[in-house]
């Protein structure tokens, strides 16, 4: 397939990275390939980038906790196709990734003219997902996908100030990092706490955690 597609790579393991760059170079010949190796650089790349037609997305980079990453992106960036390509092929984390609204799942064990096959017929506005997937639409539901669930209604400044919390900034300093009042970054945190059906910045940032470790590839 010949292109002009802008593409996103977002990985954290240069290997894995490497290997999906030649890959998808097989698969469209002329891409426009850019690269991302955590959640804060993919989101300064996509401001930068105005017409990016497809983001490869690996759940497990820094600055995420299982699916944040996504719902974050999918809250930023409505209209992006982003497919999730991760090692994580239990049938609970493809449901998540379905349920939040990405355009695919690809398993990172995928072979070489598998992952040709799925990209080819992404690009060609079909999504690609495992065969199975509506079997498990009515699988019972976990507390962490209840959890996000609830992270999916924050609002993407909410979401920011969130993943600040779980890095351990002080409001002042989330304030200052969003150019906002220490005011704002307190009604932000209210609300978050609210969504999440926390008390506190502490039982926030555990439920994250356990987020993280239920989801984790």
Do not use: C
């Not at 992106?73 to 984390?93: F, H, K």
């Not at 706490?193 to 039982?203: A, E, Y």
């Amino acid at each position: 397939m010949d292109s002009s597609y802008t593409i996103v790579i977002a990985d954290d393991h240069p290997l894995f990275r490497n290997a999906l760059f030649q890959s998808v170079h097989m698969a469209i010949s002329g891409a426009n390939l850019l690269e991302a190796d955590s959640l804060d650089s993919l989101l300064v790349l996509l401001e930068k980038e105005s017409d990016v037609d497809l983001l490869l997305l690996d759940l497990k980079m820094p600055g995420a906790n299982g699916m944040s990453g996504l719902i974050q992106l999918r809250q930023q960036y409505p209209d992006l196709p982003i497919v999730v390509v991760s090692a994580s092929e239990e049938a609970a984390i493809v449901k998540q990734v379905h349920r939040h609204g990405a355009f695919g799942f690809i398993p990172k064990s995928s072979d070489m003219r598998a992952l040709i096959s799925a990209l080819n017929q992404i690009l060609e506005g079909e999504p690609f997902y495992p065969d199975d997937i509506d079997d498990w639409e009515d699988a019972p539901q976990s507390e962490a996908e209840a959890l996000e669930e609830k992270i999916a209604t924050l609002t993407p400044q909410q979401n920011k100030v969130l993943r600040m919390l779980n890095d351990g900034l002080l409001n002042k300093q989330i304030a200052y990092e969003l150019n906002v009042s220490e005011a704002t970054i307190k009604a932000h945190m209210t609300a978050i706490f609210r969504k999440l059906g926390v008390k506190n910045r502490t039982q926030a940032v555990i439920l994250l955690q356990q987020m993280s470790l239920d989801s984790s590839s």
